[in-house]
T-cell receptor
Framework: GENVEQHPSTLSVQEGDSAVIKCTYS??????FPWYKQELGKGPQLIID?????GEKKDQRIAVTLNKTAKHFSLHITETQPEDSAVYFC?????????FGSGTRLSIRP | EAGVTQFPSHSVIEKGQTVTLRCDPI?????LYWYRRVMGKEIKFLLH????????ESGMPNNRFLAERTGGTYSTLKVQPAELEDSGVYFC?????????????FGPGTRLTVL
């Protein structure tokens, strides 16, 4: 089965700076790599995903990069804003179920 | 369009009691999933329904947990009898497709506290 490791567990950045969260996975057959954001009192919500035939995908201030050789993918948030404060999970699927990373609590300092 | 809804939002029960959690998926979604996050741990998969059938229940921790989805619409997850280690947040999700790469939409979760 898929083993997922996510780093760091907590991250505090100054508003306007960038944040990077990394995730490693074990299953070389994985071909879909999503990131979920969980805000207080809500369930996880997909914010960006990438498929294995692409090395990078960007959507406004967020981007995901994939290194299939090294088996890791990263979430990049630029120009961070207070509303970016949340817990972020990498969540590669294994068959139809999601394997969640341990989560990164991102705090944005004013 | 309404999202995935879960009821109750919070439940506090004593050890040995029974609790039933309910999930209403997005209309038209055949696939329904249950996950949970116990204190300090990752969000873990419990089981997956396709319509009313259990597709994968490999994540169910033990036989104190019973999930049903009669009629292929809403689902219930019953814990009987509840133990202290069952405390956590239980999430439900639904999706149209089931293969890897299909977005799952999550409900807000039910926070279960067993005293």
């Amino acid at each position: 089965g898929e083993n997922v490791e996510q780093h760091p567990s907590t991250l505090s950045v100054q508003e306007g700076d960038s944040a990077v969260i990394k995730c490693t996975y074990s299953d070389s057959a994985s071909n879909y790599f999503p990131w979920y954001k969980q805000e207080l009192g809500k369930g996880p919500q997909l914010i960006i995903d990438i498929r294995s035939n692409v090395g990078e995908k960007k959507d406004q201030r967020i981007a995901v990069t994939l290194n299939k050789t090294a088996k890791h993918f990263s979430l990049h948030i630029t120009e961070t804003q207070p509303e970016d404060s949340a817990v972020y999970f990498c969540a590669p699927p294994c068959a139809s179920k999601i394997i969640f990373g341990s989560g990164t609590r991102l705090s944005i300092r004013p | 369009e309404a999202g995935v809804t879960q009821f109750p939002s919070h439940s506090v029960i004593e050890k040995g009691q029974t609790v039933t959690l309910r999930c209403d998926p997005i209309s038209g979604h055949d696939n329904l999933y249950w996950y949970r996050r116990v204190m300090g741990k990752e969000i873990k998969f419990l089981l997956h329904f396709v319509k009313e059938s259990k597709q994968d229940e490999s994540g169910m921790p033990n036989n104190r947990f019973l999930a049903e989805r009669t009629g292929g619409t809403y689902s219930t997850l019953k814990v009987q009898p509840a133990e202290l280690e069952d405390s956590g947040v239980y999430f439900c999700a639904s999706s149209q497709g089931q293969r890897g790469g299909t977005e799952q939409f999550f409900g807000p979760g039910t926070r279960l506290t067993v005293l």
